[in-house]
């Protein structure tokens, strides 16, 4: 009996992995953040379109906003700024876009010829905020919750869908328990 | 016989091809610390900073330490490991620094933990497994009359 039931077993045990392991739909390279249910790392920065204004998660507490990390240099935010603005036109939660290792000039030619999503745009030209919100690359997208704390991460650019089905329940949720 | 010795050889090849995939440092010694700035002013600083840069993966290529990765994350990170260093903090205050920010993936060799106990397990389960196999295969062919 053993003989037959081991190597099935060991056979179903590798359909799993390989169900798991091979699914087209997990990045490999997409790693969860410890910092969920954590307080959002503190900063306060300068705002690229006015250096006399400073961008702090301190102000900015009590309310849910989208901290988008972007840069110039970044092909794949140049994709999901169409997206990322018509976020912005339906006015539910402001979007901060951290501008990430970047040239405060070159970003703000691509805030005025691409539009400008932000309801700020904190200055992170040496990345040391960055390291704080654990980002290893751009675009990555947070949501903070009314209390300062990091409710969900998505790497990647942003999409209609992603925004749907990922964000908008999760501000709602966010929005009602607080 | 011949089988016998065709599976023995093929046996120490794999575990022989398994050692040495499994010692990536044989290919990273050759390469020196790339580094943006001048050594660190304390010899024995610039040991801790060689090792725990070597001990911390980057995240951006993710199979290169942040010692051999010359993308800025990496730079950035060597810049965060030595200034913590200078300012003399302990090599597990740093890793801890890292890990409370990008996870337990970011340490090439993560502590031992119930998360962990299958990374750090299974070579030894595995070493086991081959072990009774090639147990039970050589004990039931010795017990088999000479073919030729």
Do not use: E, H, K, N
């Given at each position: 009996m053993w003989k037959f039931l081991l190597p099935f077993a060991a056979f179903v045990a590798l359909v799993v992995l390989f169900a798991f392991g091979l699914n087209p739909n997990r990045d490999i390279h997409e790693l969860p953040s410890p910092l969920i249910g954590k307080a959002a790392p503190e900063f306060a920065l300068t705002d690229v379109l006015d250096p006399t204004r400073t961008v702090s998660t301190a102000a900015l507490k009590g309310q849910v906003y989208v901290l988008n990390v972007w840069a110039t240099w970044c092909v794949a935010c140049r994709e999901e700024q169409e997206e990322l603005l018509a976020i912005a036109r339906q006015h539910v939660v402001p979007i901060i876009g951290l501008d990430y290792r970047d040239n405060q000039d070159k970003a703000k030619l691509w805030l005025t010829q691409l539009g400008n999503p932000y309801a700020a745009v904190p200055f992170d030209g040496d990345g040391r905020t960055a390291i704080d919100w654990g980002v290893y690359g751009a675009p990555e997208t947070y949501l903070v919750d009314s209390h300062g704390r990091i409710i969900f991460k998505f790497i990647s650019p942003m999409t209609e869908e992603v925004w749907e089905k990922e964000f908008l329940p999760r501000i709602a949720a966010a929005r009602s328990g607080a | 016989m011949i089988r016998f010795r065709a599976l023995l050889t093929s046996a120490?090849?794999?575990?022989?091809?398994?050692?040495?995939?499994?010692?990536?440092?044989?290919?990273?010694?050759?390469s020196a610390t790339w580094d943006d700035h001048a050594q660190l002013p304390d010899p024995r600083l610039q040991t801790r900073f060689e090792r725990i840069t070597k001990e911390l993966r980057c995240l951006v290529c993710q199979n290169e330490s942040i010692a051999d990765s010359n993308v800025d994350l990496a730079a950035d990170l060597r810049r965060q490991v030595r200034e913590m260093l200078v300012a003399g903090r302990s090599d597990d205050a740093i890793f801890k620094f890292m890990t409370d920010r990008y996870g337990e993936f970011v340490r090439f060799a993560p502590p031992l933990s119930a998360k962990t106990a299958l990374?750090?397990?299974?070579?030894?389960?595995?070493?086991?497994?081959?072990?009774?196999?090639?147990?039970?295969?050589?004990?039931?062919?010795?017990?088999?009359?000479?073919?030729e």
């Open positions: - | 120490l090849l794999l575990t022989s091809s398994l050692v040495l995939c499994a010692s990536p440092s044989l290919a990273q010694q050759a990374i750090w397990g299974a070579p030894f389960f595995m070493l086991l497994l081959g072990g009774l196999i090639i147990y039970r295969v050589v004990r039931q062919r010795s017990r088999m009359p000479i073919d």
